[in-house]
C-alpha cells in the first residue's frame, strides 16, 4: 500500500523491452542517434508542432530549471504559484540556473487566477534599475497541491502573460495525468493555449529518468542573444545534463509514445485515485483538493492516519500535524500506473477500521 508517490512506481515492462532493443551495437553519442531523431519527431507529431524543437534530459528539476533559464534573464523574475514545484521543491534550483533571477509568488495556494497573477506582474517591474523586471510566468498542471487547471484556466492565465509581453512554461512532471483528467491533446493544453515551452514528463508516469522539452518557437530570441534552442542546448551542456549515451534515455521516451502508453499509464493512475477518493468520502472524510488526476488531499483523525501506516500503508502527513488523536489531520495519497485496485481495497478496509 505505497500511496507515497508517483517517483516510488517500477518502470513498465515495455520500457525495458525497447531499452534491450537499442542494447545493441555502436550508436552516435549525445543525441545524434537515430532513437533520438525518431522521439524528436514522434513528439513534434504528438504536440502538433512540426516545428518544435525537442530536448530530452534526466530530471523534471533540469527540465524546469534549464527551461526558465531560457526564457528568463538573472534580472528578471520568475511569477508562479505559492506553492509551485520550482519555489518549494527544487532547491532554488531556477535561481541558480538563471544567474540569480527570483521567484515573485502569485498569491492564492496551488491554483493561479488570472487576476492574481495581474496583481502579482503589476507589483514587479516599477523600480527602473532597483527591482527585477518581469520575466516569464511558470503553470504547474498537475499542481502541486493535486488540482488539475481546465485548458479555459491555462488559456486565461497565458492571455495575461501576453498583455504584459511574457513567456509562459509549463511544468508538466504531470502532464500525462492532467491531460488524461481533461480529456485533452497535448498541443491543447500547451500552444494552442499560448505556453511557450513545455515539459513532457514521464518520470513521475512510469520511466527511469525521461522528461522532454518541448520549445514551441525554437527561433525565438533567448536573453542572451541566442535563439531559445541554441540557449537550451548550451545550458544543458553546461550544466552537464548532456548524455553522451543518449540512445538510452531516448529508448525510454520511445516506450513512452509507442501505442499511446503514456497516455494508458496515466489513465490507469488516475482512475485508482478516483476509486480511492470514491472510497473515502463514502465515510464521509473530505477530500481537499477539488479537481484531482492521480493526486488527493484528505483529511481524517490522527488515530486513523497512524492506524493505516502502523497497518502498511505508506503516505505523507502534510503540513503540521495535531497533537491530538482525534483531531484532523491532512495526508496527500498519490497512485501511480502500478497501483493496485488490491492496494486500494485494503487501505480503505484499515481506514475503515480506524475511524
Known amino acids: 500500500m505505497n500511496f507515497a508517490s508517483d517517483n516510488a512506481s517500477p518502470v513498465p515492462q515495455q520500457v525495458l523491452d525497447v531499452l534491450a532493443r537499442v542494447n545493441s551495437g555502436a550508436a552516435a553519442s549525445y543525441g545524434a542517434d537515430d532513437v533520438t531523431a ?3 519527431d514522434r513528439v513534434r507529431a504528438l504536440f502538433e508542432a512540426p516545428g518544435a524543437a525537442v530536448y530530452l ?5 533540469a527540465a524546469n530549471s534549464l527551461s526558465l533559464a531560457t526564457l528568463c534573464a538573472p534580472f528578471q523574475t520568475i511569477f508562479c504559484s505559492e506553492h509551485a514545484h520550482i519555489h518549494e521543491d527544487e532547491c532554488n534550483a531556477p535561481e541558480f540556473y538563471t544567474g540569480g533571477a527570483k521567484l515573485t509568488l502569485v498569491r492564492g495556494g496551488d491554483v493561479m487566477t488570472p487576476e492574481a497573477l495581474r496583481t502579482a506582474i503589476l507589483g514587479e517591474g516599477n523600480r527602473g534599475v532597483h527591482g527585477p523586471q518581469r520575466g516569464p510566468v511558470s503553470i504547474t498542471n498537475v499542481t502541486e497541491g493535486g488540482n488539475v487547471y481546465a485548458l479555459s484556466d491555462i488559456g486565461a492565465l497565458c492571455a495575461v502573460a501576453r498583455e504584459y509581453g511574457l513567456p509562459v512554461h509549463l511544468d508538466g512532471a504531470r502532464f500525462a495525468n492532467a491531460c488524461v483528467k481533461l480529456g485533452c491533446t497535448p498541443a491543447e493544453m500547451t500552444w494552442k493555449a499560448g505556453v511557450d515551452i513545455a515539459v513532457f514528463g514521464g518520470t513521475k508516469n512510469g520511466l527511469m529518468d525521461a522528461e522532454a522539452v518541448v520549445i514551441f518557437d525554437p527561433e525565438a530570441p ?8 541554441q540557449e537550451f542546448e548550451l545550458r544543458v551542456k553546461r550544466a552537464g545534463h548532456l548524455y553522451s549515451k543518449h540512445r538510452y534515455v531516448a529508448a525510454q521516451m520511445l516506450a513512452y509514445l509507442e501505442d499511446d502508453l503514456w497516455r494508458d499509464l496515466a489513465q490507469q493512475a488516475n482512475d485508482r485515485c478516483e ?3 470514491r472510497g473515502l468520502q463514502d465515510m464521509g472524510l473530505e477530500i481537499v483538493n477539488k479537481t484531482r488526476a492521480n493526486m488527493l488531499f484528505f483529511r481524517a483523525p490522527l488515530r486513523a492516519h497512524k492506524a493505516a501506516q502502523a497497518a502498511g500503508a505508506v503516505y505523507a502527513l502534510w503540513g503540521n500535524p495535531p497533537e491530538k488523536a482525534d483531531e484532523p489531520a491532512l495526508a496527500r495519497l498519490v497512485c501511480n500506473w502500478s497501483t493496485t485496485e488490491a492496494e486500494i481495497t485494503e487501505f480503505l478496509k484499515v481506514m475503515r477500521a480506524a475511524l
Open 38 to 40: 525518431e522521439v524528436a
Open 57 to 61: 534530459v534526466a530530471t523534471g528539476t
Open 222 to 229: 533567448a536573453s542572451s542573444g541566442f535563439t531559445r534552442a
Open 275 to 277: 476509486t480511492l477518493a
